[in-house]
């Protein structure tokens, strides 16, 4: 208990001479006691540079109302100790809200001493717990704001990505779009020296021709799904009610080789999917193309379509199962990527972006796609969808 | 029989000029054909000044074809000044372009082009697109014709 203002005993007694003779009474024991000579000086000491107040009885009682004022206004932590020296038979009211210890005289000086100690103990306690509560406070302020200053950064890194994202979406398109001139030049010219000069050419030189032709074909193929792609990245999208089952088999309709007898079968029924019809139309085409293409040499290509509820109902996922030469697990990340095939055009030809499109597509109808496979054994792609209510 | 029709390209590319004529060698058009390679000459054709003022040597086009990304006056400047003349508002516009821009598209049909067609990939293509474009435009189609300047 030193000499700081918020361990100071008060002191207040009918007159100077009281205050004086109680303080020296206590001095002996390394108490800071302060005497205070009026009630207004006293109320402004309690709230932060004081311990407790040692008073009387007559006194305490005259100014109840003043000083419950100010015992009133204390904080939350604070339950400012109140000693008061009674008469015998005095008619103190008891004050159930003040922190009050009546000590009744005449008194023996070690138990005015006691019980002043155990008063400032107490205050000290209360003293631990506002600090405890400043640091609290303290620390939740720091959190606070490191957390705006947080969510600020996101927020500006965020929108820097969405801007680098627009960036290069728009030069992809733009560079798929202004390479589609001189393909055409490419492709025209060979074309042209053909038609014009196929006599005067040998077989090699005919072949070199073919060669560049069809390279420029494959070229401008690749050009125009990395367009089909950036469309569907960046474009415009609505949702609506879609019957899948009636857009498959439109796409069917378009593909010679699956509008064979028994090649593709629908289980119905789908449900009614939500859904952007044209960028659908394309996951649909670009699924079943790859059931069309990816078959061992001289099998017939068959697919299997069937649609199942996903938990907890607000999805449903389509299978598209095949019989083809099926895809090792170790791929199947893979293939989901812009030119990520796994076999050489001689083998398959194909640009090796469809797959990308389709999730591409797939995710920006707020949806996902997958797929079980093993080499050898067909391979079961699903997309989920969002049903339509 | 509309073969008198006079064909006006518009476009900047040599190249594309180059195989545009061949495609219709190849699909039989044998109509007058002219080309320019900017808006402002489009423009200049059209309404018979500069040097396009001889309408004998440059006559009036019963059809153009037109492309939208050019030089000095793009394509779409050039199809909203042309529909905005009286002479010139009935003249058919075929917008044959590289660009699949929704935008461009909408602005277009808006602005009154008669039909939206793309720059196909390969020579074959364009002559096959060139032969359609005979059997519709010069072979069915109707055309109205006011005497230009």
């Known amino acids: 208990m030193g000499d700081v203002l918020q361990d100071r005993l008060l002191v207040l007694m009918p007159t100077a001479r009281d205050?004086?003779?109680?303080?020296?009474?206590?001095?002996?024991?390394?108490?800071?006691?302060?005497?205070?000579?009026?009630?207004?000086?006293?109320?402004?000491?309690?709230?932060?540079?004081?311990?407790?107040?040692?008073?009387?009885?007559?006194?305490?009682?005259?100014?109840?109302?003043?000083?419950?004022?100010?015992?009133?206004?204390?904080?939350?932590?604070s339950d400012f100790p109140v000693i008061v020296l009674s008469h015998a038979g005095g008619a103190m009211q008891r004050r159930p809200t003040w922190n009050m210890t009546l000590v009744e005289r005449p008194l023996r000086f070690e138990t005015l001493r006691s019980v002043v100690e155990t008063a400032l103990r107490h205050r000290h306690h209360q003293y631990q717990i506002r600090d405890a509560l400043l640091n609290l406070t303290r620390a939740q302020e720091e959190l606070r704001a490191a957390n705006r200053e947080l969510e600020q950064r996101v927020e500006e890194r965020t929108q820097r990505l969405?801007?680098?994202i627009i960036e290069l979406e728009a030069f992809s398109y733009t560079v798929s779009h202004d390479l589609r001139a001189p393909l055409r030049a490419i492709e025209g010219y060979a074309?042209?020296?053909?038609?014009?000069?196929?006599?005067?050419?040998?077989d090699q030189g005919?072949?070199?021709?073919?060669?560049?032709?069809?390279?420029?074909?494959?070229?401008?193929?690749?050009?125009?799904?990395?367009?089909?792609?950036?469309?569907i990245a960046k474009g415009e999208i609505e949702l609506g009610p879609v019957n899948i089952a009636n857009?498959?088999?439109?796409?069917v309709e378009s593909y010679p080789l699956l509008g064979e007898a028994g090649a593709v079968t629908i289980r119905e029924p789908l449900p009614r999917l939500l859904a952007h019809p044209a960028y659908l139309t394309q996951c649909v085409s670009n699924l079943l193309g790859n059931a069309v293409k990816f078959v061992a040499p001289g099998q017939?290509?068959?697919?299997?379509?069937?649609?199942?509820?996903?938990?907890?109902?607000?999805?449903?996922?389509?299978?598209?199962?095949?019989?083809?030469?099926?895809i090792a697990p170790e791929h199947h990340k893979q293939i989901f990527e812009i030119f990520g095939r796994i076999h050489s055009t001689q083998k398959f030809e194909g640009t090796g972006i469809g797959l990308a499109i389709v999730r591409k597509a797939v995710e920006r109808m707020g949806g996902t796609v997958g797929l079980t496979s093993e080499l050898g054994n067909g391979t079961r792609f699903w997309l989920s969808l969002k049903k339509a209510v | 029989m509309n073969r008198s029709k006079t064909i006006l390209l518009v476009e900047d590319s040599q190249d594309d000029v180059f195989f545009m004529q061949r495609a219709l060698k190849e699909a039989s058009i044998t109509n007058p054909f002219f080309v320019v390679g900017n808006g402002q000459e489009a423009m200049d054709y059209l309404s018979g000044t500069a040097k396009f003022s001889d309408r004998s040597k440059y006559p009036m086009p019963g059809l153009i074809f037109l492309d939208l990304k050019l030089p000095l006056k793009r394509g779409l400047e050039v199809l909203s000044w042309l529909?905005?003349?009286?002479?010139?508002?009935?003249?058919?516009?075929?917008?044959?372009t590289s660009s699949q821009e929704p935008n461009d598209l909408r602005e277009a049909y808006r602005l009154g082009a008669n039909s939206y067609l793309l720059k196909p990939?390969?020579?074959?293509?364009?002559?096959?697109?060139?032969?359609?474009?005979?059997?519709?435009?010069?072979?069915?189609?109707?055309?109205?014709?006011?005497e230009g300047p």
């Open chain 1, 19 to 77: 205050a004086q003779r109680t303080i020296n009474a206590l001095s002996g024991s390394r108490l800071a006691c302060v005497a205070c000579e009026t009630l207004a000086e006293l109320c402004s000491k309690i709230p932060t540079s004081a311990a407790a107040l040692l008073t009387e009885e007559a006194i305490a009682r005259d100014t109840q109302d003043h000083l419950g004022k100010a015992l009133q206004e204390q904080p939350p932590w």
């Open chain 1, 162 to 164: 969405r801007e680098t």
């Open chain 1, 191 to 202: 074309e042209a020296l053909r038609n014009d000069y196929a006599d005067r050419l040998d």
């Open chain 1, 206 to 231: 005919r072949t070199f021709l073919s060669k560049i032709s069809f390279s420029a074909e494959r070229l401008d193929l690749m050009v125009k799904d990395v367009l089909a792609y950036s469309r």
């Open chain 1, 247 to 251: 857009l498959i088999r439109h796409v």
């Open chain 1, 300 to 326: 017939k290509p068959k697919v299997t379509i069937w649609a199942e509820d996903e938990p907890p109902g607000t999805h449903a996922r389509v299978w598209f199962e095949d019989n083809g030469i099926g």
């Open chain 2, 83 to 96: 529909r905005e003349q009286e002479s010139l508002c009935n003249v058919v516009v075929v917008v044959l």
């Open chain 2, 121 to 146: 990939g390969s020579t074959a293509q364009l002559v096959e697109l060139m032969k359609v474009v005979k059997a519709y435009w010069f072979e069915s189609n109707l055309f109205f014709t006011v």
